[in-house]
Structure formats: C-alpha cells, structure tokens
C-alpha cells in the first residue's frame, strides 16, 4: 500500500493531530494486514475484546464482591437490619403518609417519592412483631425504597446508619425464637446482630398484594 494511502504512515507524519477518520482507516488497515490463518490458533476480534475487560479489570473484583456483601444499615424498633445496598433506590426523610382504607395493618399508606406514589409499610408488623404505638409525625424516622421483581416498595427506619460492608462467610441463620422473625425472610445475621433481610423472599410474600395490586 502506497504511504500515501496508509493511514499508519499518515499517523506517523502527524503524531498529534489523530482526526476520527483516519483513526477508522487505520482500524480497517490493521483488519485487512492481519491474516489469521497464519495462526492455528488465532482469537477473534471479539475475544480479543473480552481478554483486554478482563486484564483491565482488577483480578481481586470478582472474588470480592462474591466474598462481600455492600448493605445498607438501619435501626428499627431497637434492631438492626440490613439491606443489599445495590437494591436500594432511595432514602428520604419521612413526611406524609396516606393511609388507605382496608389494608393489612403493616400497611402504612402511600408516600410521594420524587414524583412516584409508592407504598409505604412496616416491617416490624409484616414479620408479626408486637410493637407500640406504629403512628409516626412527619419528620420522625425515614424511609428506604427498595426494588425487586420489577416492583418498588418502601418501609419504615428509625435511622439509616450508613452503608457496611457484611462478609457472606459471618453470616449464620438463627432460629425464629431468638429474633423474632421467620427465617424466611433473612438471608442471614452477623455475629453483631445485625439482620440482613432477604428481599426476594420479601417480595415474593403473597400478603404485599391486596385487591390484585401490589401494596
């Protein structure tokens, strides 16, 4: 190929002006020189791709984050949950709540979060804790929206405590008569008490829908 219709030998008289074009042609000339069959061995472009994500990608990130559990942290009723921090769509202070007539009592109402009504519960009368007085005022606690089963719901915190990092291999499943709680819904505990809560189960719980809809 004659220099002048090179775009390697274009490149090299202009090293820093590189126009998208040329770079294209000299994606192109690479691909027309290249002959694979040279090789008994030789990688598609398409797993040549995949090999650069993978070198690219810290070798440590896929075992880490099978190891690791990333929650978010939040106290309700004197417990501590936890959440999968990648379920999580919001948190916002608690303002109004509607209440809706004939639902269960771990129903709270219906909030407004950033445009969208969503349901609002309680966790706490949804796993058959006995609890005091649930009314809360405006401003009293907050609110987290998780999403699972292409649904949206949001439940009641006394405070959001941060976001932790929950190693799978500390988790243990206790029984039901120490906390309270149908291991259905747990994924698992931590030595410090702490209660990561199993969302799938959540919401795969057939007392979510009332009247045909989702609460």
């Not at 274009?10 to 042609?25: F, Y």
């Not at 690219?56 to 190891?67: D, G, L, T, W, Y």
């Not at 379920?87 to 269960?104: E, K, Y």
């Amino acid at each position: 190929m004659p220099d002048s219709d090179n775009p390697l030998g274009q490149l090299e008289r202009n090293p820093k002006k590189i126009a998208w074009e040329t770079a294209r042609q000299l994606l192109h000339y690479i691909a027309s020189e290249w002959n694979p069959v040279e090789e008994e061995d030789a990688e598609t472009p398409a797993m040549l791709v995949r090999r650069a994500r993978l070198l690219a990608k810290p070798p440590e990130e896929a075992a880490v984050s099978a190891k690791i559990c990333r929650a978010l942290l939040f106290a309700l009723g004197g417990e501590r949950y936890a959440v999968q921090a990648e379920s999580v769509r919001a948190v916002t202070v608690l303002t109004h709540i509607t209440p809706v007539p004939c639902t269960p009592g771990f129903y709270l109402g219906v909030v407004n979060v950033r445009g969208n009504v969503i349901s609002a519960i309680d966790l706490r009368l949804l796993f058959g804790i006995l609890v005091g007085d649930a009314e809360r005022e405006p401003g009293e606690g907050a609110l987290v929206v998780v999403e699972g089963a292409g649904l949206e719901i949001s439940f009641l915190a006394d405070e959001v405590l941060g976001v932790v990092d929950i190693p799978w291999s500390s988790l243990s499943l206790p029984s039901e008569a120490l906390i309270g709680i149908s291991p259905d819904y747990i994924a698992g505990t931590t030595a410090e008490g702490v209660i990561l809560l199993d969302l799938e189960a959540l919401f795969a719980d057939d007392r979510l829908i009332v009247n045909e809809e989702v609460v």
